[in-house]
């Protein structure tokens, strides 16, 4: 028989002592009276601004913090009872700020830890790439046995997806998916392509998917997990995807990890996606990769949705991918670049399609792609162009496709009337700042020159000033460094006494090991042989050493993972590591020179002679030799 409330908190309380002066405190109210009562099934929202407690009331009702005063049930089984209270409702205090209690009631929280979790806000959970919600609530699951293993969560659940998109496929061919099949010939899809997409139909039921897995032994709590089913508000669960053609959403392993379902009638959202699960993410994975990066073309075609991919490969263009409900992320352009150096961008010509690859160009560029934009004339996607002009037609403008500088130069212009003597100034400048980006002075000579011409003045003056926008951006980059230079090294220092570096120098290389191996946790193979022990910090080697285990055990690599290893105080400089800036590109590159540094200053603590520190550079002067030499 379980309690009407799963959570009741009576005027909880969490003071802390801050020192005031010699050998005197004052406490701080950090959470001050809170009371509420959560039912099971409902969900209680505390608002308020970063700093109000928030966080807090959540560490308190966990024991993380142990609370000042008040009251904490759970499940109608005490877990804290702080007593002493003063005659105003006040938890008692000493001249110290300190609870003065009598008998406090407090219970062993471990069996409760099992079923109460918290999820940690930024900046635990901004890492990138970012940690899903459901991941960080799947690990309670590992750290608990409630699963043997993760691996063996992640096979459960990709196990019920193959099933369910065997489901879906069933119906689409059957009765059930007269409708949906109907759509997908009018759209011009034959059974090869219906049949390479494992295209299917969910029916118009609230529960055809759960009768069908749970009549194959599966939970209704496991199909939770996955994303199939939603739980409605009177706690009853029913299928997430109901009358909808269903696209199956595949990894570059081939597994199915989600599905994306198109609806027949009016009702919104049009395309729904399943949610972040511990298999899937939208912000790393892309429809239609598995297919793609075996493709012979040489460059990926970026599209919009599903429909543009399946209507390109169709047509022949078999490195067409689509993003999955959001916008390219650096992820993806990561993800791409494993498998293409160059990407077309071929969205809708609308306003949303060109804002859209504006934001796409400079991730793609980052991760080393060579990026080109193809403008849609005559139609407003490639699935329309196709069916109205035919595939050369769209192969005619795929190999015309524009360079990112001249696409961008062309929506700059589009702002302006360049009739207009002040606008065309402005259009100027604007261009002027695009091209003070541009590394190669070629390319500013080149590109300037287009716009020159664009705005009728002379290739000069166009060159002027770029390269006054040019020395401009110097003077900013320069005071910047200069800013990070003269910062003092204490401003490097973890804020707690007790984790200060010893050696600035090394702890920074370690901080950026870390931060690579959290960003690419692919990197977690590429170390060299380097432990923790080889780290100046204690700290920063426990950590490494944890995720290396955790990576060797095919793990989620997370700050959020190592919450039970770490204290409060460790787990906010941690936190505060992974959040200093960090580029992914030329990843392996830094990564070396993290670890030579690590190295070098190793041998320099070790007292070991000149000859080994040289022998040392000159294996870092080899390294960087030979990456030089292999760039293209």
Known sequence: MHAEYLVEVEHLKQYFPVRTGFAKTTPLKAVDDVSFAIKPGETLGLVGESGCGKTTVGRSLLQLYEPTGGRVKFDGEVIFDGGDLDENGSPKVDKDGKPVRSKPHTVNMLPYRKQMQMVFQDPY??????????????????????????????????????????????????????????????????????????????????????????????????????????????????????????????????????????????????????????????????????????????RVILTEGYMDTIALHQAGFDSAVASLGTSLTEEHAQLLSRYFKEAVISYDGDGAGIAAAQRAIPLLEKAGLKVRVLRMQGAKDPDELIKKNGPEAFRRLLDQSENQVDYRLAQIERKFDLTDDVQKIAFLQEAAQLLSTLPSPVEREIYGGHAAQTAGVSPETMALEVKKAFQQRLRKEKKKQERRDLAPAVNQQPQTRELRYENIRSALAEEGVIRLLLLDPGLAWEMGGLTGKEFSSPLLGRVFDLLMDRAGQHLNLSLPALAGDLTAPEMDHMARVAQKPESVANSRRSLSDYIAVIRGEGLKRSGQSEEALLLAAQKKNLEKKAYMEEKP
């Open 125 to 298: 959970s901004s890492l990138n790439p970012r940690m899903t919600v459901e991941d960080i609530i799947g690990e309670p699951l590992d750290v608990h046995k409630l699963y043997s293993n993760k691996a063996e969560r992640r096979e459960k659940i990709l196990e019920m997806n193959k099933k369910a998109a065997q489901a879906f496929y069933r119906w689409l061919n059957g009765p059930e998916g007269a409708q949906g099949l109907d759509y997908l010939r009018r759209r011009g899809l034959s059974r090869k392509t219906l049949t390479r997409f494992g295209l299917g139909f969910a029916p118009d039921s609230w529960d055809a998917l759960i009768r069908e897995l749970t009549a194959q032994g599966y939970d209704k709590r496991d199909l939770l997990e996955c994303g199939l089913v939603v739980k409605g508000q009177n706690g009853r669960g029913y299928d997430r995807f109901r009358n909808r053609v269903m696209f199956p959403i595949i990894d570059v392993r081939g597994n199915v990890i989600g599905f994306g379902g198109r609806v027949m009638d009016d009702s919104t959202p049009k395309y729904l996606n399943s949610p972040d699960t511990p298999v899937y993410n939208k912000s790393r994975n892309l429809f239609a990769l598995n297919i793609a990066k075996t493709s012979k073309e040489g």
